[in-house]
């Protein structure tokens, strides 16, 4: 299974490692052309502002929108990632694909003194709950009917899927724990095998 | 359960979100907003951008909190700001003031020639300069999150900034290459302590990222050191002391995204401009080299 990592800034190599543990042959993007042979795509943590600029300008944007409309494409969306997915952002709205229900509050938690870790519970990944690193993290301010929450944190949505887009406001790749990409590769594996069939 | 601010983890995690990045000394708001639109990932908010320290001389010091206070405000990635060397009570103030990294550096004047700012005492991250491994792992010990090569700042001139990557990368390889039973000898000579220079052997890198700064000039030079191998670029004088920021800016960010496609970069150099003008490192006095500071 191909899945591609978003590569105009950010936390890339950590996404590619973590998607090596769990099977899955990681590939960086860059180009539309790169697009081509992915079963599945991370957006990665990074400068939303910088991130949504870049994929604009070198014409990534309309490409991954039609593909993930097209036929079944996973994208999980990390922090920046998150913002990038979301129809709605708060104040500032920058260009992005706009493809999961949700409304993304950028560094709603505050500056980076207020950047935290913590253990998280995420029942669909079993009992022990997980490290999330939370950076100048996003909040979902609002999320429509077809969105699942899939973890809170002080009342707070901060994972959360709706069909093949599964979004985090903190950095799975950051810590040492594979599942949330195990989690996410599973998500790709059927839906290649849903088209396939 | 219990959430916990600025641990390591956190602090070197926002590094790593820059990686691959350009951040820009800007001095004024509409500096700021001009770096965020064309693509920086942060910014550093200064009174006056290496060059000018330079020509200006005397004792440079922290900016003015209401540069940084404005600087912030007028745009939403993040903004570092500059403490002297071992000026812990500046650090203390930008850090009460919310900015999101402090750079210890050696383009202000030093306050203390003998010890860098205790960096674990604060929960805000802080970025170093480095010349070599030895420099760059003592700086972690001390708590930095971050490192960026040093070069020779407010000289345009990007030769110093290509022998301090290229130096670390060497001393890097001769780590890995040495035999587990001998690492002691080379923390030694390093003058670094041996368990960080365990850690750039298991990595294979240094433990944080690791940015260049001091010199680059032109978008050739951004992807310059993104081949030599630097996580990311700082531009100082580079980008508002050309002759069209707007289109420098915009260009260096370009080169250090697509530092591998000589033709992106051929088209965004393209009628940009001139370039800062310079200096050459032989005209500089040893007063004048800022990269020897805080050592």
Same mark, same amino acid.
């Given at each position: 299974?191909?899945?591609?990592?978003?590569?105009?800034?950010?936390?890339?190599?950590?996404?590619?490692?973590?998607?090596?543990?769990?099977?899955?042959?990681?590939?960086?993007?860059?180009?539309?052309?790169?697009?081509?042979?992915?079963?599945?795509?991370?957006?990665?943590?990074?400068?939303?502002?910088?991130?949504?600029?870049?994929?604009?300008?070198?014409?990534?944007?309309?490409?991954?929108?039609?593909?993930?409309?097209?036929?079944?494409?996973?994208?999980?969306?990390?922090?920046?990632?998150?913002?990038?997915?979301?129809?709605?952002?708060?104040?500032?709205?920058?260009?992005?694909?706009?493809?999961?229900?949700?409304?993304?509050?950028?560094?709603?938690?505050?500056?980076?003194?207020?950047?935290?870790?913590?253990?998280?519970?995420?029942?669909?990944?079993?009992?022990?709950? $997980?490290?999330?690193? $939370?950076?100048?993290?996003?909040?979902?301010?609002?999320?429509? =009917?077809?969105?699942? =929450?899939?973890?809170?944190?002080?009342?707070?949505?901060?994972?959360?899927?709706?069909?093949?887009?599964?979004?985090?406001? $903190?950095?799975?790749?950051?810590?040492?724990?594979?599942?949330?990409?195990?989690?996410?590769?599973?998500?790709?594996?059927?839906?290649?095998?849903?088209?396939?069939? | 359960?219990?959430?916990?601010?600025?641990?390591?983890?956190?602090?070197?995690? +926002?590094?790593?979100?820059?990686?691959?990045?350009?951040?820009?000394?800007?001095?004024?708001?509409?500096?700021?907003? !001009?770096?965020?639109?064309?693509?920086?990932?942060?910014?550093?908010?200064?009174?006056?951008?290496?060059?000018?320290?330079?020509?200006?001389?005397?004792?440079?010091?922290?900016?003015?909190?209401? !540069?940084?206070?404005?600087?912030?405000?007028? *745009?939403?990635?993040?903004?570092?700001?500059?403490?002297?060397?071992?000026?812990?009570?500046?650090?203390?103030?930008?850090?009460?003031?919310? #900015?999101?990294? !402090?750079?210890?550096?050696?383009?202000?004047?030093?306050?203390?020639?003998?010890?860098?700012?205790?960096?674990?005492?604060?929960?805000?991250?802080?970025?170093?300069?480095?010349?070599?491994?030895?420099?760059?792992?003592?700086?972690?010990?001390?708590?930095?999150?971050?490192?960026?090569?040093?070069?020779?700042?407010?000289?345009?001139?990007?030769?110093?900034?290509?022998?301090?990557?290229?130096? #670390?990368?060497?001393?890097?390889?001769?780590?890995?290459?040495?035999?587990?039973?001998?690492?002691?000898?080379?923390?030694?000579?390093?003058?670094?302590?041996?368990?960080?220079?365990?850690?750039?052997?298991?990595?294979?890198?240094?433990?944080? *990222?690791?940015?260049?700064?001091?010199?680059?000039?032109?978008?050739?030079?951004?992807?310059?050191?993104?081949?030599?191998?630097?996580?990311?670029?700082? #531009?100082?004088?580079?980008?508002?002391?050309?002759?069209?920021?707007?289109?420098?800016?915009?260009?260096?960010?370009?080169?250090?995204?697509?530092?591998?496609?000589?033709?992106?970069?051929?088209?965004?150099?393209?009628?940009?401009?001139?370039? /800062?003008?310079?200096?050459? /490192?032989?005209? +500089?006095?040893?007063?004048?080299?800022?990269?020897?500071?805080?050592?």
């Amino acid at each position: 299974m191909r899945v591609g990592v978003l590569a105009i800034q950010g936390n890339v190599r950590e996404h590619k490692r973590h998607l090596a543990r769990v099977g899955a042959e990681p590939v960086e993007v860059r180009r539309p052309s790169e697009l081509s042979d992915l079963d599945g795509l991370i957006l990665p943590g990074g400068e939303s502002t910088t991130m949504s600029l870049l994929m604009e300008e070198y014409g990534l944007l309309q490409p991954l929108r039609e593909r993930a409309q097209s036929r079944p494409f996973p994208i999980y969306g990390t922090c920046a990632g998150l913002i990038l997915l979301a129809t709605e952002v708060v104040g500032l709205s920058p260009a992005r694909l706009g493809l999961m229900d949700i409304v993304a509050d950028r560094n709603a938690y505050g500056r980076q003194v207020a950047s935290f870790e913590m253990s998280l519970p995420i029942p669909v990944l079993g009992p022990d709950p $997980f490290p999330a690193v $939370f950076i100048r993290a996003p909040k979902i301010a609002r999320m429509g =009917a077809g969105v699942v =929450a899939l973890a809170t944190y002080q009342g707070d949505v901060v994972m959360a899927e709706q069909g093949q887009y599964l979004v985090s406001a $903190f950095h799975p790749e950051m810590s040492p724990d594979t599942r949330i990409h195990a989690y996410f590769v599973e998500k790709v594996r059927k839906a290649r095998q849903a088209e396939g069939s | 359960m219990e959430k916990q601010v600025g641990t390591f983890g956190v602090k070197a995690g +926002l590094a790593e979100m820059l990686k691959g990045g350009v951040i820009m000394d800007v001095t004024t708001a509409d500096q700021a907003v !001009i770096a965020e639109k064309a693509g920086a990932v942060a910014v550093m908010a200064l009174e006056r951008v290496p060059a000018d320290i330079r020509a200006a001389g005397g004792v440079a010091r922290m900016a003015d909190p209401r !540069i940084v206070k404005t600087i912030m405000e007028s *745009v939403s990635i993040p903004v570092m700001a500059k403490v002297r060397i071992g000026h812990f009570v500046e650090a203390q103030v930008l850090q009460s003031l919310e #900015v999101d990294y !402090i750079d210890e550096s050696e383009v202000l004047t030093p306050a203390d020639e003998q010890y860098h700012v205790d960096k674990w005492a604060f929960t805000v991250p802080f970025v170093c300069g480095a010349r070599d491994l030895g420099e760059a792992l003592r700086r972690i010990a001390e708590g930095a999150a971050m490192i960026r090569t040093k070069g020779e700042p407010g000289t345009g001139n990007v030769v110093e900034a290509v022998r301090h990557l290229r130096a #670390v990368n060497a001393q890097i390889r001769q780590v890995m290459s040495t035999p587990d039973a001998e690492l002691p000898d080379v923390a030694k000579e390093l003058a670094a302590p041996l368990d960080l220079v365990r850690r750039v052997k298991e990595l294979g890198r240094l433990p944080v *990222v690791n940015f260049s700064a001091g010199g680059v000039a032109t978008p050739a030079d951004a992807a310059l050191m993104m081949q030599l191998g630097a996580d990311g670029i700082f #531009v100082g004088s580079g980008v508002f002391k050309s002759g069209d920021p707007e289109k420098t800016a915009r260009a260096i960010v370009r080169a250090t995204l697509y530092y591998n496609d000589p033709k992106i970069i051929a088209e965004v150099s393209e009628g940009m401009g001139p370039a /800062m003008r310079g200096l050459e /490192m032989s005209t +500089l006095t040893a007063a004048d080299r800022m990269q020897d500071r805080g050592i």
